[in-house]
């Protein structure tokens, strides 16, 4: 993985401004990673924060630009909901300002009951992060 390309990336996203390069490390380090590489260069990323059976998040999906609107994000994300060892969990999420409808191709929809769904937030994340 080019740790370098994909905290640049991230760090000027709407998502993740106020992530250091460390805090992104740290986050690699603990998620199950998918990228792919054109020519042994890497052109996309996204992880899966699991515990492999009941829940799994996907965060951080990208394509860096000159690869986009080639069908790369639908492939990454067709590899990441395939793969053995996570293809069976119960629920999935994600969270996206921008891309609803990719996302919907891929049966994902609104929280059928967002009642239930609570948060607890960083005061950092409160002043920093728009959509988490």
């Known amino acids: 993985m080019d740790m370098d ?7 000027n996203s709407y998502w993740g401004k106020s ?10 380090e603990n998620t199950l990673n998918f990228e792919l590489f054109h020519h042994g ?3 996309a990323f996204t992880s899966v924060m699991t515990d ?3 829940f799994a998040y996907i965060l951080d999906v990208f ?12 492939k990454l994300i067709t590899n990441i909901l395939n793969y053995d ?4 969990v119960d629920k999935w999420i994600l969270a996206t300002s921008d891309a609803h409808s990719l996302y919907k191709k891929f049966g994902f929809g609104t ?14 994340a409160k002043k920093n992060i728009r959509i988490i």
Do not use: C, W
């Open 5 to 11: 390309l994909i905290f640049e990336f991230i760090h």
């Open 19 to 28: 992530r250091t390069y460390e805090e992104q490390k740290k986050t690699v």
């Open 41 to 43: 260069k890497q052109i």
């Open 52 to 54: 492999f059976v009941f």
């Open 63 to 74: 394509v860096i630009d000159t690869y986009q609107g080639k069908g790369l994000s639908k």
């Open 85 to 88: 060892a996570i293809k069976n």
């Open 111 to 124: 929280i059928k009951n967002p009642s239930m769904i609570m948060e607890k937030m960083s005061e950092r």
